[in-house]
Structure formats: structure tokens, C-alpha cells
């Protein structure tokens, strides 16, 4: 799904945090192929699926939420996030993260060896989210499928290390 990294691979250091200058914190490059038939859009949540909350259980950290990426794109370039964009990328729109910004964001965390999920949705449809795409958590999807606006839940899954 990236040419920066393989599925339970290793996130490289300029996607953080501890990345240096221009080369720190920046949105990894990202493919996609062979999309289910019929897809108009699609939808990438990622997450920390091993962020712990102080006060309580593990809970996903969500990193990124792009949502109405058009089926004729067929991957998002590195330093995506947060450029305004023409042409195949013009309608797509970022959700904020748990940091409550929009955008891409892997802050440096406590600890190593946290799993990085990518998660891409293939849809049948644009998700009307509004001007302002909020942290867009699975249950919005959820709905989505029960109306049957969902062609796949996940299309697309990868796991990495932080």
C-alpha cells in the first residue's frame, strides 16, 4: 500500500515526529489497486491501534482521516496532507485527527513498537460530512454499510511499527 514501507513493516522516521526539518512528520506516499466494482470514492482512517488512554482501556489513536478521494485516484503522494490540491485531488477532504487539527499527524510517542493501522473503505458513493470533516470514526462507515453505501468494509488493510 506504500513504497515507503511494507505491511508489518516499519514506519520510516520522517513520517514522525523524529523525523528532521522538511523530512518530519510529513504523510507517507500511498497506493491503492483493483478497486471493488463500482466504487465511486473512497475513505483512509488510520490509527494507533496501541494508544493506551491514561485512564482507561486501549483506544485506536486516529493519525489521519481522508474521506471522498475519488476512485480514478489511485494513491495519495508523500506530503499530501494539508497542501491544497487541484486537479484528481480537488474534492478531497481531511478530517481531523485526535489531536482535534485536520491532517496528518504521528506525534512522537512514549514508547516504540506501536502497530499503525491504514485502513481504506471502498464506497459507493461521497460521504456529505459538511465543510468541516470531523474525526470521522468507524461508525459513520458502519452506517453507511447498514444503508448499504458501502461496497467493502475494509478494501484495503495494512499494519505497521512506530
Known sequence: MSPAFSNEGKLPRSYTEEGQGAKK???PPLEW?????????LALVVEDIDAPDPGGPIVPWTHWVVAN??????GLPEGFSGKEMGGEYAGIKEGHNDLKVPGWCCPKLPTH????????????TELHLGNKVLCMSLGILEKKKKKKTL??????LTTILI
Request: no cysteine.
Open 33 to 41: 489497486y483493483n478497486l471493488p466494482q463500482g466504487t465511486q470514492t
Open 113 to 124: 513498537g506501536h502497530r499503525i493501522q491504514f485502513k481504506l473503505y471502498a464506497l459507493d
Open 151 to 156: 461496497i467493502s468494509q475494509i478494501f484495503s
Open 25 to 27: 512528520n510529513i504523510s
Open 69 to 74: 478521494i475519488p476512485a480514478t485516484v489511485k
